[in-house]
């Protein structure tokens, strides 16, 4: 099957022209392409198997190995939960909790209109703030339910003034 440009997902070929067709770079080339469409297409993983002259089936599993990796679009706002040790015994179910009745998802899930994504991990690295959270790039700490309404109201309302 012949690389088809016109796959809706131009610009991933160039991502994975920039590196050479050796199989060890799977997983590099997939962690570009999820930070470039914040998710790994289907259609994209093809265009990587054919690349790399590696069966689907390969690519498929390194995609779904690895849980920084995607197969689903993910929202504009990605919060990861800390579950570590020190977010669990200061309460982090009782904030994953009410991040999901916030937003009516589960962990896993997207909200509807695309705006935020829930993930669960095991640890942060940010064991002082617990429990902890970060949305994208920045860390949230010394959560409470009060605390996390008001960052995801000041998101949403951020999305709004856009």
Request: a neutral charge.
């Amino acid at each position: 099957m012949a690389i088809d440009i016109n796959d809706g997902y131009n610009g991933s070929i160039e991502i994975i022209k920039k590196y050479p067709k050796e199989k060890r770079y799977t997983l590099p080339i997939l962690q570009d392409i999820q930070r470039e469409y914040g998710f790994i297409p289907r259609e994209v993983m093809v265009i990587v198997s054919n690349y790399l002259n590696l069966p689907i089936s390969k690519v498929y599993s390194i995609a779904t190995f690895y849980k920084a990796l995607s197969l689903k679009p993910k929202g504009k706002y990605t919060i990861k939960v800390c579950n570590g040790t020190a977010c669990h015994i200061r309460g982090s179910a009782s904030i994953r909790e009410e991040i999901g009745n916030i937003l009516n998802i589960a962990p896993g899930e997207t909200t509807e209109d695309g705006l935020f994504s829930i993930e669960v991990v095991n640890c942060i690295g940010a064991c002082a703030l617990a429990p902890v959270m970060m949305i994208n790039e920045k860390y949230y700490g010394s959560l409470t339910k009060e605390k996390v309404k008001v960052i995801i109201d000041e998101l949403r309302e951020g999305c709004t003034n856009e």
